[in-house]
Every structure is written in C-alpha cells, then in structure tokens.
C-alpha cells in the first residue's frame, strides 16, 4: 500500500491556504495546515512531514528562521523546506537560502505548475547560492536577525513597563477599595454588636423566630465581609512590606491550640477527626503571635476545605536543628496538582474550577478570594522562615492528601531575620 506524501504549509494568508490546500488535496497529497510559525512548528515535530511550504512574513516568527529552528532538528534536519512567498527581491531570496531552505517559489502560485515544483523537491532537488553571494546575504540576514531581536526585546521591556504600571495601578485599587470599605463597615459591623447586646432586641429575637433568623444571618454576612475586607488589606501590606512584626516570646504549641478552638465547630459538623501532641512540641520562641496565629489558621482552614468530609487532619512539630523549627500539617484531601503546587501561594491564585466552589470558606471545596496562603507565605517570610507544599496530585477519588510544611527560626537574632517584612 503507498504511503500518503504529507505536506505541512505555513501560512497566515487565509486565501493563499485554501488556494494551495486545495491544488495539493487534490493533486493526492496529505496537507497539515499552520496558522502561524510555533504552531508549524509543533506540528512538524509530532508528524515529521515530508515537505515543509512556509511563507517568509509571519506574525510570530519569520519563515527563515523556522527553517533554522527546524534545521536544529536531527529528525527534520533532511525534510526539504520551500519558502513560498510574496517576497520577490533578490536579496530576499538569498537570505532565505542562507537560513537552510531547499527551494523559492514566489507569489501568485501558479497552479498549473505547483504540484510539479512540489514533486521534484520531493525527489531531492535543491537550489543553492554562489559563495560570494552566500556572504554577502549572510550579513544581511544576520543583521536582520540582530534587528529583529533588538525589537523584541524593547517591545518586551515596553510591555513589561506596562504590566508593573497596571499592576500597580491595581494594588492601589484593591488597596484603597478595602479602606474605603472598612470604614462604612466598621460602623455596620459596631452596630450588630450592639444589636447582639441589647436587652430589647434579644428579647424580640426570643420571642420571634423570624426575627432571630434574620438578625443571625446579617450578623453571619457582616462578620464574613468584616473578614474579606481584613484579608484584602493584610495582603496589600505584605505584598508591598508595610506589615511592622511586634516579636515577643510565643509558644507553639499555645498558638495552634488557639486556631484549633476557632474551627472547633466546624470540625465537629464535618466529622473530620484531627490529631496534635503539643506536649512534644518545641518550647518558646520569638514571633509575631497574631500574624503567625492568622498564618497557620489559613493553612489549617485550607486543609479543612479541600478535606472531605469525615476525613482526618494531622499536626505536626519538631526541630530541625538548634536554629529553627518546622510544622506540619498534613491531610486526607482531595491533594494538590504538581503544576498548582508553584503557584498556591501566589496572590488570588485558586486550583480548579472556581465555578464548582460552594460559597462557604469551610465546606468541602468551599470558596474564598484565594488570599489566605498569600497571606501565611507573606507572614512566615517575614518571620525569616519559608512555607511548602508536597502533594502525590490531585484525584478525588484516592484522595492523596498533602501536607503544608511550615519551617520559622527560634531566635529573632538570626542572619536573615527581620522586624520588616521584607517582599
């Protein structure tokens, strides 16, 4: 049985890829079709084609030096590559020979003749240059190739200006956003204390159930939005080292007892089984004991969220050495993609479908703004200490879990230790 000849084309000219697709599908040739150069690109790699048309103008790279990248190539080294092209110009041509092409066949295709020029660069026909021609388009290609980098790289760094302009532009934004909604907020959030506290509304809310439900569940939400609004501007501190740490003596095992009594409730109701021998825990050192506190409630909530229910939650501690210490927390959860592991600690950053969270922060897959491991990261830095994460992946039905490691310094006299954050 004959094999089929397969031709790649490369081509951001939606009129010349019809027109040459259709002359070669017809004339028995299998064509692969490339938009633009990386795509060509791949494409050659995956079906190693035996003929490779490109055009020479391409929004992403030039025909020319596809056929060098290809030329790198030990499985596409020999497949004979044919500029097609609009690009007349003998120099042109020259510095398209120079970059490794076998033939040059110019626009308007003449389709009476294609398939016969395709057929003999098939066979093994290749064009060439005279050498003092050869050397005189290799310095022009080469300082093509120069000026082309030159221009990307200053489009480059324009862009780049652009970016940390924007992204500055947009912790300002979130910045000045939050405050402006603590201070609106505060009154509310002081206000449904007083609600809470007064003698004649607890006893309407007693006597009316109604009333009680309503009371509880705007209660609930200004508590909620109390929070996010603390998230978002603890995060801007320590994304832009505005965060002053207050050291003083803290002992570990006091501080996660602590966060363990916050989400006492919420273990309970979902049947997660958690373990921890503070006893054997390291005595006191010096930290920040309320940063620290909302560092590992983050990580604790993290692994009670991706933690189904009835699963269990492990806590762990011990020296490293005579300097530092580490905390471990480890999970029968859902467990952690290796590509989602690099960035989990990144500002806003959520692994998986945000449209599949609940919008509870302590449900199973709950939600949240995708702050809370920034914020421990950002905390633990600037105790001088580091956070990660190892995890065999994500599958929710083996469940691998992960564990958070969580490694701080003893004694605030370290090299490296500061009372500023430092990011």
């Known amino acids: 049985m004959t094999r089929t000849v ?3 084309y490369i081509e951001d000219d939606e009129a010349s890829r019809v027109l040459v697709q259709r002359v070669l599908s017809y004339s028995g040739y299998r064509v692969l079709i490339a938009e633009r150069a990386l795509e060509g690109i791949d494409l050659a790699k995956k079906h190693r084609p035996d003929l490779i048309l490109t055009d020479i103008n391409l929004p992403d790279l030039s025909g020319r030096e596809i056929t060098v990248r290809l030329r790198a190539d ?10 097609l092209t609009a690009q007349s110009h003998a120099l042109e041509r020259e510095k398209t020979f120079v970059a490794g092409v076998n033939g040059y066949i110019t626009k308007p295709v003449d389709v009476s003749t294609l398939t016969d020029q395709i057929e003999l660069y098939l066979k093994g026909h290749s064009e060439s240059i005279d050498a003092a021609t050869l050397q005189t388009a290799q310095r ?6 120069v000026e082309r980098l030159e221009a990307n790289v200053r489009d480059l760094e324009a862009r780049n200006r652009d970016l940390r302009r924007l992204d500055r532009i947009k912790d300002d934004f979130i910045q000045l956003t939050a405050h402006e909604l603590r201070t609106p907020l505060t009154t509310v959030y002081g206000y449904s ?10 006893v309407v809310m007693q006597h009316d159930p109604e009333v009680n439900a309503c009371l509880a569940g705007l209660i609930d939400s200004i508590e909620r939005l109390h929070k996010v609004v603390d998230e978002i501007i ?18 570990p095992g006091n501080l996660i007892t602590h966060v363990i009594d916050e989400y006492s409730a919420v273990i309970g109701q979902r049947n997660l089984a ?3 021998d503070t006893s054997t825990w390291p005595s006191t050192f010096f930290a920040d004991a309320a940063l620290l506190e909302l560092a590992f409630s983050n ?16 806590l762990d501690a011990k020296m490293v050495d005579d300097t530092s210490m580490r905390i471990s927390i480890t999970d029968s959860g859902i467990g952690i993609n290796p590509q989602d592991q690099q960035h989990i600690f990144d500002r806003f950053y959520t692994a998986g479908d945000t449209q599949l969270h609940s919008t509870s922060k302590t449900a199973f897959r709950g939600g949240g703004l995708g702050l809370g491991l920034a914020i421990s990261r950002g905390i633990i830095e600037a105790h001088g200490g580091r956070i990660w994460v190892e995890s065999e992946g994500c599958d929710e039905q083996k469940m691998p879990g992960s ?3 969580i490694e701080l310094p003893l004694d605030s006299s370290m090299p490296g230790f500061t009372r500023q954050t430092f990011l």
Request: charged residues 10%.
């Open 6 to 8: 397969t031709i790649l």
């Open 74 to 83: 030990p499985q596409l080294v020999s497949v004979p590559i044919v500029a």
């Open 140 to 145: 022009a290609y080469n300082q093509e190739l």
């Open 193 to 202: 204390r007083l609600v809470q506290t007064s003698t004649a509304i607890q």
């Open 234 to 251: 603890t995060i801007s501190r320590v994304a832009s080292g505005r965060i002053d740490l207050k050291l003083g003596p803290t002992h």
């Open 274 to 276: 958690l373990s921890y």
């Open 299 to 314: 990580v604790l909530g993290n692994a009670i969220k991706y933690t189904p229910d009835g699963g269990t939650i492990a």
């Open 403 to 405: 564990t958070f490691h």
